[in-house]
Structure formats: structure tokens, C-alpha cells
């Protein structure tokens, strides 16, 4: 919706201006971008139509964003589309039906730069339509066609990379061009009647070589020089599907000129998805494999080569560009250091770490479960991890490193068991490290737009020394036995659980409470809680399966519930003042009793 209006708005201001140029019509140029403005493909496209009908003058097209997105694409007439990087931006048939539709296109459309899987027909172009097909690669499968164009005779398909299809082309007209692709472990590379001739297939490199009654073009090079040239891809076969080529290719320098001038070699085009004036210029990205302090001061660094020849190359190498940040995750990064493309690892000197010991933080009352205690606690400034200290007599027997997280869960305890539990926060200087691979055919700018690679995947490596901060407040706790059936909470409290429904009843809490303050802490009272949770939830699950007992065990306990409201709510003055009150009223009453008896009270 905002495109739509930003659209409008803009036609409206090139109709002010043609107005006021007396009739000269200002042209513009709108791309709209997926996943940016649209979260599909399809509705970019039909928005683009739509908003190109309703602004003449304005160009429109769509640039999709690296993904993968379903097949089943329509073309819209006058709209080109291109992805972001061929390697990364790929179309998926799921394995069946058609990935991209042109019916009947009109003006010039240009379908570039993707990749296109697993499908039963790549692109299928039929309908008269105008279509322009350039540095794509196609591997749908060794059942399926990559690009079948049946009465469009104004096609072309022109630097693509056909890999382990069924069927590469598929044509119905001489005046189809085919020129400067590759063509490598296809069943059939070029298929078309008998009646068509070489014409308009020039300058494709086929590997093996096509079957005697395939067409293999007028200048079929480099075939005249190479019997069986291997392409040289980077790495076909894997998941990252890298068709670059490497150095050595026979395919570098081997095209023509068929788009205008190449921006890698000039008049001189390579074949395949990476040659001619489209191709798309940013690197296959790498992946750091390792990184660790070397030293004090410095790190240790390795990372994939990435080996296309526009980057490895010996005679006229590109680069990798080294990023990282102290403390601070993530672009923008704090320094860049480049590094020739010949290598791939270095070490990464003259580092410091400027960490303060961090505050202590607040922990927080546990929450038990069966044998664990599920504990959090307020974040430290400064700090990059916590340590958890537990133990039953102090918080000193245990030590785990929980991490740079605020909650954790307390494990391999023993139920019925109290537990005293403290954490501590604790820094440490960290570096976060990236790379880039950047080619040697441009100026690189920003990682991911022009002639560098994305970033690699974040490494981050602490550095230096350890600081601790003092200890948490102290809390207590022990863990609950799970009960034993799925109607009850995973708690304790079995019985009166069952009774009064749901464990956070209040009823349950105060008995709950009055357990931890008391049973708990006498030899009597742990030996009382360890036989209710051995034969507890067998009489839980009774009660559970038997609910008319429950109004009566709800009675029952009563008398426990308010004696443990009394014990646990109330001041300690106040359960003296009851308790002698109590103790006075008894006295009296007994002493009255005696009168009766003795005859001393009418």
C-alpha cells in the first residue's frame, strides 16, 4: 500500500512537470523490491502492472532479494525482474509443475539473475511473447526442461547455465537466440525439429558435447578448441550451487558481445550466469571455519576460499576484507583490515581488552520442578555470562557456566532436598568477526551491493582476562516430585492439588508454604514430606479419577489450610497472643469442668 501511494505521488509530480514543459513527458523509473515492499514475487509483479498502466511514462520492474521462493510465477507484460545475487535469489518448483510463466508477454521483459530448482519446466514461454532470459542457472532435475519456448519467436536466452537438466532448450524458431551459455551434464542440451536449422545458436560451450542430432551452433567455442572442456564451475554439486568459474575456464573471454559491452572483460563476454553485461557482480560468500585467540592480543583466523577467478586469481587477485568489532556484534563494524585473495587465514595482532568487572546481579526466588529449580535473575551491566553456585550446606560446593543468558534451569537435583543457590556475573573482552571475498573488476563499497560478497557468518572470540563480579543475594529452595498423571501440574503438593483443581490455588500456596517454613526444617517434618512424596500421588491420582471425593477432602483439610494460614501470615506476636489466649481458655474451661464435678458450680 505505501509503494502505491509513493507511486501516485510520483506520477502526479511528473504530470506537474509535463505540464509545465509544455507537453515534454519527464520519464521515471520505480523498482520494487521482495521481500521489502511485497512479501511474494507474484505481488510485486501484479502491482507493478498495475501501477505501469495507471502512470505512463514510468518504468517499472522488480528486484528480488536473496531467498527462496515457490514456483509458479507469472510474467507481467512490460515488467522486468531481476534477483539480487544468482547464486543466493532461487525460484523452487517443489519438484513438479512449471517454476516461472511467460503467456503473451508485450514490451520487452527480462527475466535475470536466479536460480531456478526442481521443477518440471524452468520457464515455459509461449503466447507471442517478448522475452529476454540472461544469467540464470537452471538445474530442474534430469526429468524436467530448464526453458521451453514454443510460438515466441522473439526470445533469447543468453549467458545461462544449464546443469543436470533433462532437457536445457527447447525451441520452435530460427529466430530464437541461444548464445553464449554453458551447457554441462544435461540429458539433451538444445532440443528442436528437424526442419530448423544452427541458426541463432552461437558461442555455448557444451559439456560432453552434443549427440549428433543436437544443434551445437555456427561458432560453437570453445569447443573448436577444447574436445570436451570442463566449465571449471566452483562448486556445482553442493548446496551452495556456486556456477562461478575458476581460474583456468575455457569458457573466460570465450562469448561475444550479443548484450553490449562485458563489465569484467569489455567487448569480450564470458559464457554462462556470470558473463555479459547482467551479470550480477557480487561475490559467492565465504565462511569463517575458525577463529581463536592466539594470544593475549591477537586471534587466530581461517576461512573459505572463495575460488572464482574473478576473486583467486594469481595474475590479477581480488581480496578478502577482514571486519571486526570489540564488544559489539554485528555491521557496522569498528575496523577493516584487507587481506589478499591468495590466502585464506591470518592473524589478527595488536588487539586489547578494555572489560570491567562487572556489578553483582539480583537473583530471584526459584521456581521448583522435578529434580530442578528453574532460576532468573536481573542482568549485569558490563557483564558477558553468568555463573550459577549451588550446594546444600553452601552456595560454594558447585560452580556451572550458565552463559550469557538471565534464566536457567538448576539440573540433577534431589527432590525434597533444600538447596542454597547464588550467581555471580562475569566479563570478558570479546571480539566478533566477519569476512568478505571482493573481486578484482570494481571498487568494492558496501558488503552485499557491488563487487563484495555479504558478510560471512559471525565468529566471536573472547579475549583476555576473566572478571567476576561478587555473589548474588543468596535464596533457597528444593525441587518437587512430578506427579504422575496428566491432569495434575508438574509440582508438588499432590493431594491438595487434586482437591482443589490447579496447583496455584491459594489453598495449595499456603500449604506449600507452611512445608518449606516448617515440615522442612525439623528431622520429624523432612521425614513426613519424604513419605508424602513417595505415596502422595498415588493418592492424588485416586482422588483425580474419583472427583466426588474431592468436596470431602477439601473439608478435611481445612483444618490444615487455616492452621497453616495462621502460621504463615500472621506475626509471631500475634500467634503468641492466640496461642495464650488459647491456652487461658482451656485452663478456665478445665478448671470449670472441676467445679462441676466436685460440686462446687450449680
Known sequence: MQTKKTALILAAIIFLLDIGTAGTLLAATVTLNVPNDFSTIQAALDNAESLASANTGTTYSVLVEPGTYPGGIVLRSGISIAGRETARTIISGGGTGTAVIANGLTGLVTFSNFTILTATTGIQVTGNSTLKIMNNVFTVGLSGTAVQIQGSPNVSVTNNTFYQNGTAVTRDSNSILIINNIFSQNTANIS????????????????????????????????????????LFVDPTSATKDFHLQQGSPCIDAGTNINGPDSFNGSISDMGAYGGPGSDTIPFPVSIQSASAASASSIALTWTPNNSYLVTNTVTPGEYNIYYSLNASGAPYQTKSS???????????????????PTAPVLSPPSPANESLLLSWSSASGATGYNVHYGIASTSENTIDAGNVTSFVLTGLTNGQPYKVAVSAVAQSTYFIAVTAVDNTGQASTPGVDHESIYSQEASVPLGPVLESGLSNEVSDFPEAIAPYPDLPNKGCFIATAAYGFYSAPQVQVLREFRDRYLMTSRFGRSFVRWYYRYGPTGAAFLDAHPWLKPSVRAALMPAVLGALFLTRTSLLIQLTVLLSAGLLCGCLRYRKRLVHSGGMR
Do not use: K, R, W, Y
Open 192 to 231: 528442436q525439429s528437424s526442419s530448423l536449422s544452427q541458426s541463432g545458436i552461437d558461442f555455448n560451450c557444451f559439456n560432453p558435447p552434443p549427440s549428433a542430432t543436437e544443434p551445437i551452433g555456427t561458432n560453437s567455442i570453445p569447443n573448436a578448441l577444447v574436445a570436451n572442456p570442463d566449465p
Open 339 to 357: 587481506i589478499a585473495s591468495t590466502v585464506t587465514s591470518t592473524i589478527i595482532s595488536g588487539l586489547t581488552s578494555t572489560t570491567m568487572a
